[in-house]
C-alpha cells in the first residue's frame, strides 16, 4: 500500500534552516510528482511547491522561491524540503502528499496520498 | 486574503443537499482546474474532487463538482454527519505560476 512517512517535529530559531523528509513506498517513486502543504496554526492550506521525481524538476511557490529547495532520492524513493531563513510565520504543519495521477504535471497537481504532517516550530 | 474567496461557514441537517462556492479569476479558476480537499482539523487534508468535477477512487458519489466561469462549487447530497469538517478549494493560478488555496469553509452538520 502507498504510505508517505514524514520525519518528525523540529524546533528552530529565527534565522535557520529545516530540512522535512518524506519517506515513500508502495509505488513506483519516479511516476508520480509530490507536492508540500503548509499549515499555520489554526490558519488554511498553503501550497509551497511541486517536485517531479522522474524529471528532477520542481516548482516553488513564488513566496518562498528564494528560501526553499526540494529534492528527491530516487535510491531511497525519498523526498526532501529545505527551508531556509526561518522566521515566526514559518511556524506550521508542513504535509507531502503523492499526486493522483501517473505523469500530472504541476498545473494538474493534487494531493491523493499525504504524509502526517511534521510540525515546524520557529521560536526564539 | 486568499486569491480563491470562500464563504467562512456553511451548514446544513442530516440529509441536506449544502453547496459550497469558491470564486476566483480567469487566470487561475476561469483557465485551470479546480480540485477541493476535505479536512477533520488535526488531519492531513483529503481530495474530493479532482479535475473540477471528478471524484476520486473511494470519494462517495454523495460528493460532486462543478465549475463554471471564473467560479466553482462543490456540493454535497445527502449530508452525513462525518461530512462535518473544512472544506478548501485550489487551483492552479497562470499569474502566480502555483497553486492558490481558497481560505476554506468550514462545514457544520446540524
Known amino acids: 500500500q502507498v504510505q508517505l512517512v514524514q520525519s518528525g517535529p523540529e524546533v528552530k530559531k529565527p534565522g535557520a534552516s529545516v530540512k522535512v523528509s518524506c519517506k515513500t513506498s508502495g509505488y513506483t517513486f519516479t511516476s508520480f510528482p509530490i507536492i508540500w502543504v503548509r499549515q499555520a496554526p489554526g490558519q488554511g492550506l498553503e501550497w509551497l511547491g511541486w517536485?517531479?521525481?522522474?524529471?528532477?524538476?520542481?516548482v516553488y511557490a513564488h513566496i518562498l522561491q528564494d528560501r526553499v529547495t526540494m529534492t528527491a532520492d530516487t535510491s531511497t524513493t525519498t523526498v526532501y524540503m529545505e527551508l531556509r531563513s526561518l522566521t515566526l510565520d514559518d511556524t506550521a504543519l508542513y504535509f507531502c502528499?503523492?499526486?493522483?495521477?501517473?505523469?500530472?504535471?504541476?498545473?494538474?497537481?493534487?494531493?491523493?496520498?499525504w504524509g502526517q504532517g511534521t510540525l515546524v516550530t520557529v521560536s526564539s | 486574503q486568499s486569491v480563491l474567496t470562500q464563504p467562512p461557514s456553511a451548514s446544513g441537517t442530516p440529509g441536506q443537499r449544502v453547496t459550497i462556492s469558491c470564486s476566483g479569476s480567469t487566470s487561475n479558476i476561469g483557465s485551470n482546474f479546480v480540485f477541493w480537499y476535505q479536512q477533520v482539523p488535526g488531519a492531513a487534508p483529503k481530495l474530493v474532487i479532482s479535475?473540477?468535477?471528478q471524484r476520486p477512487s473511494g470519494v462517495p458519489d454523495r460528493f460532486s463538482g462543478s465549475k463554471s466561469g471564473t467560479s466553482a462549487s462543490l456540493a454535497i447530497s445527502g449530508l452525513r454527519s462525518e461530512d462535518e469538517a473544512d472544506y478548501y478549494c485550489v487551483a492552479w493560478d497562470d499569474s502566480l505560476s502555483g497553486q492558490v488555496f481558497g481560505g476554506g469553509t468550514r462545514l457544520t452538520v446540524l
Open positions: 517536485i517531479s521525481p522522474f524529471h528532477n524538476k520542481t
Open positions: 502528499a503523492r499526486d493522483y495521477r501517473v505523469g500530472s504535471t504541476v498545473t494538474a497537481a493534487e494531493g491523493y496520498y
Open positions: 479535475r473540477s468535477n
